[in-house]
């Protein structure tokens, strides 16, 4: 049976660097002992702001087996979203990285459904299902105990190979495999520049991140007004923040992606701070159109460029 399920790990990691995925871990499917506590206690602090949902299915979240009965693996998958390309106006408003192309969701939900079609024709019948950052997965957590990389103290997952600009996915399968070995060691060091970087402080301590204060926080998933006490302190970002990340010395080995899919629209990339001030409904919907930016609605963007510009 090992040797099936090497030969199996095999093929998966193959057909997933085959259909566009940067790296591929495998890991069991099991209870997360060491991060109950640890989501317990950043939920008692409110770390999640008003993303009411992180508190929601906490044993689903740190259980695979209650997503997928029966599961046995978690298969995590990396997937480059690195561009050297930049907003032409330097003054504009500025838009995340991985907010550049299509949506993330979409693109990376297909791939994962290739994947699985492959297991199914390949290995047998296999029971799954394919997470993209929207069900109670601790994506981060199960990428390490996959090998693909530790956890900065900014939080993000970071490679030695590629830095942290990569969306992170799973499929939970009801099949054996050979896991791979968790990555335990921490290349972060004594460097703090992420932490020293943060512009509202959201990066409380090493790898303690309060999720209310970060600016992606402020400017995605926040539906309320941004509070005035971090007037001046967003750096002009209107959608995301990639500021930790820039800062990070292991992004020096990022690489672009080649991913069609998220090439940058120069439609996007060419508006100037003028045009997205005075940018209508109707502009948004075609700038925007098939980009993660449609998550905060034009009311969301609107009030996010009317907040940088009012202080």
């Known amino acids: 049976m090992f040797n099936n399920s090497a030969k199996y790990s095999q093929m998966i990691k193959n057909e997933a660097l085959r259909l566009g995925f940067m790296a591929c871990g495998i890991s069991k499917a099991e209870f997360l002992v060491e991060e109950a506590p640890r989501l317990e206690n950043w939920l008692n602090n409110n770390h999640h702001g008003e993303m009411g949902y992180m508190a929601n299915h906490f044993d689903k979240r740190l259980d695979p087996r209650l997503l997928v009965d029966d599961a046995k693996s978690v298969v995590s998958l990396t997937l480059n979203y690195f561009t050297e390309k930049q907003q032409s106006d330097i003054s504009a408003p500025k838009i995340s990285k991985y907010a550049y192309g299509t949506d993330y969701h979409s693109v990376i939900k297909e791939k994962l459904k290739e994947l699985l079609a492959?297991?199914?024709d390949n290995i047998g019948e296999v029971a799954g299902r394919c997470f993209v950052d929207s069900a109670p997965v601790m994506d981060k957590v199960w990428a390490q105990k996959s090998g693909l990389g530790w956890r900065g103290k900014n939080s993000n997952l970071i490679s030695k190979d590629a830095g942290s600009f990569f969306f992170l996915a799973e499929l939970i399968i009801d099949l054996d495999l050979a896991y791979d070995t968790p990555f335990v060691a921490d290349h972060c060091g004594s460097c703090t520049r992420c932490i020293d970087a943060c512009p509202t402080d959201a990066i409380m301590a090493p790898y303690v991140v309060d999720g209310s204060k970060c600016i992606s926080?402020?400017?995605?998933?926040?539906k309320n007004e941004i509070p005035i006490e971090f007037k001046g302190k967003m750096e002009n970002w209107m959608f995301g923040c990639d500021i930790c990340q820039d800062v990070c010395p292991w992004n020096r080995f990022a690489t672009p992606h080649n991913e069609p899919a998220f090439t940058p629209a120069l439609e996007?990339?060419?508006?100037n701070k003028?045009?997205?001030?005075?940018?209508?409904?109707?502009?948004?919907?075609?700038?925007?159109?098939?980009?993660?930016?449609?998550?905060?609605?034009?009311?969301?963007?609107?009030?996010?460029?009317?907040?940088?510009?009012?202080?």
């Open 217 to 222: 926080y402020l400017t995605i998933e926040l």
């Open 274 to 311: 003028t045009e997205l001030i005075e940018m209508t409904d109707e502009v948004f919907k075609q700038v925007f159109k098939g980009s993660a930016v449609k998550r905060t609605k034009f009311t969301g963007l609107k009030r996010n460029i009317d907040f940088l510009r009012e202080y």
């Open 268 to 271: 996007l990339l060419n508006l």
């Open 118 to 120: 492959f297991i199914n």
